[in-house]
């Protein structure tokens, strides 16, 4: 209502200065506030049509058509002239969007595919459009007495005409809907090809239409300047795109004024030296996208804050520029021509689609960005008009007709084409297709032989479940739990969770001998040792790297039949599944996937090791977006990929290219599920839970610390009894007044490594307890073995006193982040060491070193004696950092880097809020999946 309300008020304020006019002279201040008040109107207009669903830009139309009339009488000479400058730069702002939504390297696997339905729709449609025209002459109002050679010719001439698209409002619905996707990348490809083609039709059936009606013309003179408009524009274009790519790149201050500066100098200059202002502007573009890539997020906000007014300015101009009295006088024939060209072009879309071999799901919406005309359609009318005066007028007409129908058509059915195809919203919910090893939920059966779905215990799977219950989709991993195969369907698949089902879980069954293979031999005697610093040497065997390479290309397949579109984007998680890329690319060479590789990445000398580091280096570039948890591991991989592979290294961009692709390499620290832990901690019942802990534990301690870890050899739980006997034995006075809760949930054990390590922990908990024992006092360490859930987990973080994460080495350790998230009380001490990715975030922490002892000792001795207002200062700190991202904002980062892959600057007008504070879910471990 306020938006109408002020709608309403604009344009009372613009009639009040119409009133004003008469008195004052052409040009004066009131035609200027008249002007205002008119584009304010319509800027509200196109605000309360977006509300209906439909682009702003249709609003800006329809007011430019309403309000066309008193324009005329309005605006003064001077002014016009004024406003057509204008409204030339805005044209070749759009081209020039157009233009950075065109990378060719990317394009480049698909550019044959897309210039094969480029050329079957125009084809389909023009063949269609001069049947229809060779029947209906004599409806067409054109020369309805011409007949054969003349009607021949008038008809060739007429269908490119008619069969052209507008490249700028094609640009302009893709930018002002902020869509991302390929059906947009491939309508643009497809109205500029096309345009390219109809442009060189057009010439050909110029001179044919010359030549039979005996209009003079020199061919050479035509064919030179032909090359100049086309050759000069795009020479020109690519000299402004590379200057300002330049500019950007050294420079970037100032770069909106920069950017509509070079938008003036390519229209003008254009117009001025009598080539094609807009095919400079797209060359322009494509240069920008190509040398300027890595200062996209520069280019976006410039983009963003100088677009939005000039093209308010242009589509008003355009809207009073639609002659709907045209329409009045061959109405019906326009709206049967319009009919049928829409027709024509969505049955030669279809008829691409099969030649070309492109994906019919996201291929099928094209048609509904082949609607729009204007532009180059009234060039070629004005050209005929002007060479012959008595039909070529009454082409013009029909056109003119034409164009308001389809100008005012064509951007909201091309907005629903994007809806259609999931492209129209950056942060709507699209399918996900989640690959991992570990599953989400397992089935098995209770005591009362019930089948029942328990969760996961690894921290990224059932953080991913959150987001896949946002999501929907599917998820394809391993199935582990004994009753797994008991609740799929013919198809492996079971919906989950089972308290309220939101995607499908699709199960893989991997038999013993070659899943010990893959998982516990490659994937954790071998890639895990290999990636972290700790004292346990890398087992490779050839036997256990055939059944990685054999697990990995089953999951393949099943992500190509579980993958409805290429467009779905594939999430591919872990070191487990390095090669599933490569053998689904070579099934689906277009699919979109994203790869986070949750552990540490070697170092190049240690990576050398691995007898098969080149192939896994080439499977995980297979990828279209690689992540990694932290700086120093990304930097780690693009000098491994550097040196095994000779692959070449864009720093500045973060680009890899390899056998002909790019991957783009990112770190993205995971975050955590701080929104639920915050509902837990604040939940009145969380007191009856850390009552039942305290008593199944026997905390009867007036200190109490916490250490929750899978019993992984990377953990440094050893070190921290270590640490803590060192606490014990430097202050007595400790004793029986200190207890440490260790959760151990035992991972792996029947790898000889992690069975060595959980005795080795057994063995020093019952030390520890002996030596310190104290007669009626609490023991030193109280020892869990099975796994908690969230809700025991938040109640044992506000229970304890302190918090250890004492990793060898760790990519993040989400515990630490638990932790601090779940004391909004302000209290507790992080002990953290330096060794876990953590540690790169969470500053006001102590951190610690490990492997040394006395240090690590006094760190706790600090943590038990740190005041009050010091622990409040450290811990309010710590979760400002962790509130500040939770794992949709980890997952999100991904995905759009994802996107943006393909559509970058396609989301130049799109604003990103911050994170949504959406809940997450988190489980007890740590541990990646």
């Known amino acids: 209502m306020r938006r109408l309300a002020a709608l309403l008020l604009a344009v009372a304020a613009v009639v009040w200065v119409r009133g004003l006019e008469p008195a004052a002279p052409a040009g004066a201040g009131g035609t200027a506030l008249a002007l205002g008040f008119t584009l304010l109107a319509a800027w509200i207009a196109g605000d309360v049509i977006r509300r209906l669903h439909v682009p702003r830009l249709t609003g800006y139309l329809l007011f430019g058509v309403l309000v066309g009339p008193y324009l005329g009488n309005v605006i003064s000479e001077a002014m016009a002239g004024q406003l057509q400058v204008i ?9 020039l969007i157009a233009g950075l939504s065109l990378n060719v390297e990317r394009l480049g696997r698909r550019l044959t595919a897309i210039a094969r339905m480029t050329a079957t729709t125009l084809a389909t449609a023009m063949a269609g459009l001069f049947a229809f025209a060779w029947v209906a002459w004599p409806w067409l109002g054109i020369a309805p007495d011409a007949t054969g050679v003349d009607r021949l010719v008038m008809a060739t001439l007429l269908v490119p005409i008619v069969v052209s698209f507008s490249p700028t409002m094609t640009a302009a619905v893709t930018a002002e809907t902020g869509a991302r ?70 420079i970037g201050h100032e770069i909106a004024l920069v950017l509509i500066a070079a938008c003036t100098v390519l229209s003008q200059v254009g117009t001025t030296q009598e080539f094609e202002p807009l095919l400079a502007a797209v060359t322009a573009g494509l240069v920008i996208e190509n040398l300027a890539v890595a200062q996209g997020d520069a280019l976006r906000a410039a983009v963003q804050r100088a677009a939005p007014p000039v093209l308010l300015v242009f589509f008003v101009a355009v809207g009073t520029s639609l002659r709907l009295d045209a329409l009045a006088i061959g109405g019906l024939v326009a709206l049967a021509i319009s009919i049928w060209r829409i027709a024509m072009i969505r049955a030669g879309v279809s008829a691409g689609l099969a030649v070309s071999g492109l994906d019919r799901a996201t291929g099928s919406y094209a048609w509904t960005g082949l609607i729009s005309q204007a532009g180059i359609t009234l060039g070629f009318a004005s050209i005929v008009a002007a060479e012959f005066p008595g039909w070529g007028t009454n082409v013009q007409m029909l056109l003119v007709a034409l164009i308001a129908i389809h100008e005012l058509v064509g951007p909201v059915v091309f907005r629903q084409g994007l809806a259609r195809a999931g492209e129209i919203d950056p942060h709507a919910s699209r399918p996900l297709l989640v690959v991992s090893n570990r599953e989400p939920y397992l089935h098995r059966r209770n005591h ?10 690894g921290g990224v799977a059932v953080a991913l479940d959150a987001l896949m219950r946002e999501r929907g989709g599917v998820w394809i991993a391993h199935g582990a739990g004994p009753a797994d195969r008991e609740v799929v369907d013919e198809s492996d698949k079971v919906r989950v969770p089972p308290d309220n089902p939101s995607y499908a879980l699709r199960r893989l069954w991997i038999d013993e001998p070659t899943f010990s293979a893959y998982y516990g031999g490659f994937a954790n005697e071998g890639l895990w040792p290999l990636c972290h610093m700790v004292d346990i040497r890398p087992q490779f065997r050839t036997e256990d790297w055939a059944a990685y390479q054999a697990v990995n290309v089953r999951f393949a397949a099943a992500i190509d039949e579980e993958l409805a579109s290429s467009d779905a984007p594939v999430f591919i998680q872990d070191y487990h599944l390095a090669l599933v890329a490569p053998a689904l690319r070579a099934r689906r060479p277009d699919a979109r996937t994203a790869f986070f590789w949750h552990i540490p990445w070697p170092y190049p000398d240690r990576l050398c090791i691995c007898p098969w580091r080149r192939e896994l280096l080439a499977g995980l570039l297979a990828n279209d977006l690689l992540a990694f948890q932290l700086e120093r591991d990304r930097r780690n991989f693009l000098l491994a990929a550097e040196e095994e592979l000779g692959a070449e290294i864009d720093a500045e961009a973060s680009r890899v290219e390899f056998e002909g692709r790019n991957t783009t390499v990112i770190s993205v620290p995971i975050g955590i599920d701080f929104d639920r832990i915050q509902r837990i901690a604040v939940d009145p019942a969380l007191t009856r839970e850390q009552e039942r802990l305290v008593s199944m534990f026997g905390l009867r301690a007036e200190i109490v610390g916490l250490g929750v870890d899978r019993l992984d050899y990377t953990k440094g739980i050893p070190e921290r009894l270590a640490a803590l006997d060192a606490v014990l034995t430097r202050v007595p006075d400790l004793r029986g007044r200190l207890t440490f809760v260790q959760i151990g949930v035992p991972s792996r054990s029947e790898l000889a490594s992690y069975g060595a390590i959980e005795a080795e922990i057994s063995d020093a908990i019952s030390d520890l307890n002996a030596k310190h024992r104290v007669e009626g006092g609490a023991p ?44 909004d009380d302000e209290d507790g001490v992080l002990v953290l060491s330096a060794l876990a990715g953590a540690a790169q975030e969470l500053h006001e922490a102590l951190i610690i070193n490990p492997y040394d002892i006395d240090g690590f000792a006094g760190a706790l001795v600090r943590a038990i004696e740190m005041p009050r207002t010091e622990r409040a200062a450290r811990m309010r700190a710590m979760r400002r950092v962790v509130a500040g991202r939770n794992v949709f904002g980890w997952a999100s980062d991904i995905l759009e880097g994802l996107e943006s892959l393909w559509s970058k600057p396609l989301h130049y007008l799109t604003a990103f809020p911050a994170g949504d504070g959406a809940a997450v879910v988190r489980g007890p471990e740590d541990a990646p999946v």
Request: hydrophobic residues 55%; aromatic residues 10%; glycine residues 8%.
């Open 181 to 250: 996707g390929r059906l947009s990348e491939l309508v643009l490809a497809m109205v500029i090809l096309a345009d390219l083609v109809l442009l060189v039709l057009f010439s050909h059936a110029m001179q044919l239409a010359r030549t039979s009606f005996g209009a003079r013309g020199d061919e050479v003179t035509l064919l030179a300047r032909f090359a100049w408009e086309i050759g000069g524009a795009s020479a020109f274009g690519a000299l402004v795109g590379a200057l300002f790519a330049l500019y950007v790149r050294y």
């Open 780 to 823: 030193a360490v109280v020892y869990h073995r099975s796994p908690l859930g969230i809700r025991s987990l938040v109640a044992l973080y506000r229970i304890a006193h302190f918090c250890i994460v004492s990793s060898l080495h760790d990519g993040m350790n989400l515990v630490a982040k638990e932790f601090v998230a779940s004391r």
């Open 87 to 95: 409204t030339g730069v805005a044209t070749t702002l759009i081209a």
């Open 448 to 457: 009362d032989g019930r089948i029942v779905a328990a969760p996961a215990t």
